[in-house]
């Protein structure tokens, strides 16, 4: 922001003679940092779509995989795991497409109230798309997780007749509270992540924002 503090410096020591062309430079400015960062969000979301796609195609061939979609299959879920998978990456293209036309309007607007409109608008998209992703996994994880864990227990002791076919409760406890601890750790990391990688464009996207404020005072 040197630039632009240089800027605001020599419209106020000029402020009678150079007003107007001062303020019209720092709005250009910010205008083209905001529209800069924007669109660096609209690929960050592409990339991370992409690696997400990389990813799960690339565990698609592993026995692992193939043992758990044999025993999603054999428990009667495999429906719901793949309507489950089908909303995940259809709410993730829609939220990509809403970038994609945040970038695309905050390219055209053409004053300070549009813009700062735009800025706010996609800082909250971009909360909605983090809320969202953290949500699904955690929901996801501990719903599928603890199904597949439940039931493929059951049904390993069954065969084996080692125990009878019902887990004891405290087993039942320490399982779903693993569980519960391992989702809260990686949606941690996740948010770590998304904090890192989107909360430094949302931080330069709220530094714009207060430059507006100030200019439309």
Request: proline fraction near 1%.
């Amino acid at each position: 922001m040197k630039e632009l503090d240089l800027l605001k410096k020599d419209w106020k020591k000029n402020a009678a003679s150079f007003e107007q062309v001062s303020e019209n430079e720092i709005y250009k400015m910010i205008h083209k940092k905001s529209s800069s960062v924007v669109k660096w969000i609209f690929i960050v979301s592409i990339i991370e779509l992409g690696l997400g796609l990389v990813l799960g195609l690339a565990l698609s061939f592993t026995k692992y995989d193939e043992k758990n979609v044999e025993l999603i299959k054999h428990l009667g879920v495999y429906g719901y795991y793949i309507a489950a998978t089908v909303l995940l990456y259809a709410v993730i293209l829609y939220f990509i497409f809403k970038f994609y036309t945040m970038y695309r309007k905050i390219a055209v607007d053409d004053n300070t109230k549009k813009l700062i409109s735009t800025i706010l608008k996609t800082r909250k998209v971009v909360k909605q798309y983090i809320a969202f992703n953290l949500s699904f996994f955690a929901v996801f994880f501990i719903i599928f997780g603890g199904y597949l864990f439940y039931e493929g227990y059951l049904e390993g002791a069954s065969k084996n007749g080692v125990i009878h076919p019902e887990m004891p409760l405290n087993i039942a406890l320490i399982s779903f509270i693993v569980l519960i601890i391992a989702t809260a750790i990686f949606t941690c990391v996740f948010w770590l992540i998304y904090k890192l990688i989107y909360g430094i464009l949302l931080k330069r996207l709220q530094n714009n924002f207060e430059e507006l404020k100030k200019i439309d005072l």
